[in-house]
């Protein structure tokens, strides 16, 4: 046997080795993830091992072409010209699979299986079945156990693209096949053990606001998605402005500026926290509220925000009690019909919400 043959094989193995080595390496990742998000992969795994078929054939045909390129078998003579053609086959398929290998590794596998989750989830949805909710819940589950540097951020944002396709059409979207999706964003933000940072609750407002945006129609079949929309978005608003950057907090506030129940809760919440700063802010917000209408009417707005002036009414701080004095002082004749049935009309609702301490506060603001 020639001693090019020889050459070739100890080549050969020496790739092969390095190959090994390589792909090893890339299991990495996948590895060091927790055991529970393990599962969850291995059942959506098609994508990686599509991508590691690939690399697998790809170096398979640089192995044959490198034992042909430096052989020289007596019975099967290589023109000098199929070995150049070989030599330029085998840099092709080596450089091919060390693009698709750094693919890869660029790409971690719960990336790879979230895109992959999102495009089944938006298959059956064209068809005409909805969204799954097995399939559904393994995403979310990625997201609630995930890091919040990345991993949560992925879900998000995989989470947020499906919502766009979702919506992009009526029919099939009705304004009811978000519900599940909006529900779990409490869920992967708000995990004790794994919270969600700032930058996953930037990314999940932005998430919000498009799907309130496209669902706030009169032309579609139920508001489900808006009003679970808006519970959602209650929720990471309060959770935001008591653990958040004032960044954030002020994005959640913003999103939240035409809904009065939303800016009371921020603002109690925050009181109640120690937060005046942030308090004062949700206060505002309703104040601006109130400003947009001719008066101040019988109405959830007007009851919101005389329920946030009456905490900073029973504040011990003489500055803040002023806020509320100043304000309820200023604008008793824009209340209509009067100053104190509009008191009355705020104890009552937030007495049906069981906001005791609420109505206990409302209750020692002046009488008239």
Same mark, same amino acid.
């Given at each position: 046997?020639?001693?090019?043959?020889?050459?070739?094989?100890?080549?050969?193995?020496?790739?092969?080795?390095?190959?090994?080595?390589?792909?090893?390496?890339?299991?990495?990742?996948?590895?060091?993830?927790?055991?529970?998000?393990?599962?969850?992969?291995?059942?959506?795994?098609?994508?990686? #091992?599509?991508?590691?078929?690939?690399?697998?054939?790809?170096?398979?045909?640089?192995?044959?072409?490198?034992?042909?390129?430096?052989?020289?078998?007596?019975?099967?003579?290589?023109?000098? !010209?199929? !070995?150049?053609?070989?030599?330029?086959?085998?840099?092709?398929?080596?450089?091919?699979?060390?693009?698709?290998?750094?693919?890869?590794?660029?790409?971690?596998?719960?990336?790879?299986?979230?895109?992959?989750?999102?495009? $089944?989830?938006?298959?059956?949805?064209?068809?005409?079945?909805?969204?799954?909710?097995?399939?559904?819940?393994?995403?979310?589950?990625?997201?609630?156990? /995930? =890091?919040?540097?990345?991993?949560?951020?992925?879900?998000?944002?995989?989470? /947020?693209?499906?919502?766009?396709?979702?919506?992009? =059409?009526?029919?099939?979207?009705?304004? =009811?096949?978000?519900?599940?999706?909006?529900?779990?964003?409490?869920?992967?933000?708000?995990?004790?053990?794994?919270?969600?940072?700032?930058?996953?609750?930037?990314?999940?407002?932005?998430?919000?606001?498009?799907?309130?945006?496209? $669902?706030?129609?009169?032309?579609?079949?139920?508001?489900?998605?808006?009003?679970?929309?808006?519970?959602?978005?209650?929720? #990471?608003?309060?959770?935001?402005?008591?653990?958040?950057?004032?960044?954030?907090?002020?994005?959640?506030?913003?999103?939240?500026?035409?809904?009065?129940?939303?800016?009371?809760?921020?603002?109690?919440?925050?009181?109640?926290?120690? !937060?005046?700063?942030?308090? !004062?802010?949700?206060?505002?917000?309703?104040?601006?509220?109130?400003?947009?209408?001719? /008066?101040? =009417?019988?109405?959830?707005?007007?009851?919101?925000?005389? /329920?946030?002036?009456?905490?900073?009414?029973?504040?011990?701080?003489?500055?803040?009690?002023?806020?509320?004095?100043?304000?309820?002082?200023?604008?008793?004749?824009?209340?209509?019909?009067?100053?104190?049935?509009?008191?009355?009309?705020?104890?009552?609702?937030?007495?049906?919400?069981?906001?005791?301490?609420?109505?206990?506060?409302?209750?020692?603001?002046?009488?008239?």
């Amino acid at each position: 046997m020639p001693q090019q043959f020889y050459e070739a094989t100890a080549g050969t193995f020496l790739l092969v080795v390095v190959t090994l080595f390589l792909l090893d390496f890339g299991v990495l990742p996948f590895t060091a993830t927790a055991e529970n998000l393990r599962i969850i992969i291995q059942k959506h795994r098609i994508r990686l #091992l599509r991508l590691f078929g690939f690399i697998a054939f790809f170096l398979f045909l640089s192995c044959i072409w490198f034992i042909l390129y430096l052989s020289d078998f007596p019975y099967m003579p290589l023109p000098e !010209r199929a !070995r150049m053609l070989g030599g330029i086959i085998i840099i092709i398929d080596l450089l091919l699979s060390i693009i698709l290998w750094l693919i890869y590794m660029n790409k971690p596998p719960i990336r790879w299986v979230s895109t992959s989750i999102r495009k $089944s989830l938006l298959s059956q949805f064209s068809r005409g079945k909805g969204l799954k909710s097995t399939l559904l819940k393994d995403l979310v589950y990625i997201g609630i156990c /995930g =890091d919040g540097d990345h991993e949560k951020h992925y879900i998000i944002e995989q989470l /947020g693209k499906l919502a766009e396709s979702v919506q992009k =059409d009526k029919p099939p979207y009705k304004g =009811d096949n978000l519900v599940l999706v909006l529900r779990s964003f409490d869920r992967i933000l708000t995990n004790p053990m794994k919270p969600g940072n700032d930058l996953n609750y930037s990314a999940a407002a932005g998430v919000i606001r498009n799907i309130l945006e496209k $669902s706030n129609d009169s032309t579609l079949a139920t508001a489900a998605d808006y009003n679970t929309g808006l519970e959602t978005l209650r929720r #990471l608003a309060v959770e935001a402005s008591l653990t958040m950057s004032s960044e954030t907090f002020n994005k959640y506030l913003e999103l939240a500026a035409s809904h009065s129940n939303i800016l009371f809760d921020i603002g109690a919440a925050t009181y109640a926290a120690g !937060r005046f700063d942030r308090s !004062r802010k949700a206060l505002s917000k309703l104040e601006a509220l109130a400003a947009r209408a001719p /008066g101040l =009417d019988l109405n959830e707005n007007t009851a919101n925000l005389l /329920g946030l002036l009456a905490y900073f009414d029973a504040s011990p701080s003489q500055s803040m009690k002023e806020v509320a004095e100043s304000y309820i002082a200023s604008n008793k004749l824009n209340f209509r019909p009067s100053y104190k049935e509009c008191r009355q009309f705020a104890i009552d609702y937030h007495l049906d919400l069981l906001h005791y301490d609420t109505v206990d506060k409302i209750s020692a603001l002046p009488a008239s």
